[in-house]
């Protein structure tokens, strides 16, 4: 994805007019284009200091009275544009656009990569995994995702004391729903990563937190 999104940055606009491509829409591919490459930078960063900031937690709620703790460093976040979500979507809007452009010949088509080559493989080195979790009564936890054209998503969490990833499931269609009954509010984390023929693809989501509901 991130391939295809620098490419258009590069090509798209001077093929604008030619097949009548909204301009608006064509600046907007370009500021995704910035900010999904950023996003993936930073996601990297991210979770290295994430990992610290979760043990920093874990020693302040269950560490040593009187143990010295340093505030745990986090990355600040400053994309080159205004965010906006929905860059996935977006990209196979401009897809569908261009490859119904009249004026589309075989030969831009294959430079803007419109056409999977035969015997073509997607690109699943800078797909990045998104959850949107929500708690739910009864701590189920309610986990929609977006599988990006792949075959599935694989959901992990860790409870209060967990060391380890625990797996939830592999999930083929939104949302999941995590049915871990709990008597009090827990705070839990959640993770996820695609899944294509069963093997992981691309790369882990960021970290998310939720205190369920009794």
Do not use: C
Request: no cysteine.
């Amino acid at each position: 994805m991130n391939l295809l999104l620098q490419l258009w940055a590069a090509k798209l606009p001077a093929s604008q007019v030619l097949l009548n491509l909204p301009l608006a829409e064509v600046d907007q591919i370009v500021e995704d284009a910035a900010n999904f490459d950023y996003i993936i930078g930073y996601t990297t960063e991210f979770r290295t200091e994430s990992n610290a900031y979760y043990e920093f937690k874990d020693s302040m709620f269950n560490g040593e009275p009187g143990a010295v703790m340093a505030t745990p460093a986090v990355a600040p976040f400053a994309s080159p544009f205004p965010l906006k979500p929905g860059i996935i979507d977006r990209v196979e809007a401009m897809r569908q656009k261009i490859y119904s452009a009249s004026d589309l010949t075989d030969e831009l088509g294959l430079e803007l990569d419109v056409y999977m080559p035969e015997g073509g493989e997607p690109d699943t080195e800078s797909l990045i995994a998104a959850l949107v979790i929500g708690a739910r009564p009864n701590g189920v936890v309610r986990i929609q995702f977006s599988k990006q054209g792949m075959g599935a998503m694989r959901i992990q969490y860790k409870g209060p004391g967990d060391t380890e990833w625990q797996l939830v499931g592999d999930f083929s269609t939104s949302p999941a729903l995590h049915n871990k009954p709990s008597d009090q509010p827990e705070s839990r984390v959640y993770r996820g990563i695609l899944l294509e023929k069963d093997q992981p693809v691309g790369n882990y989501s960021p970290i998310y937190t939720v205190v369920t509901t009794p």
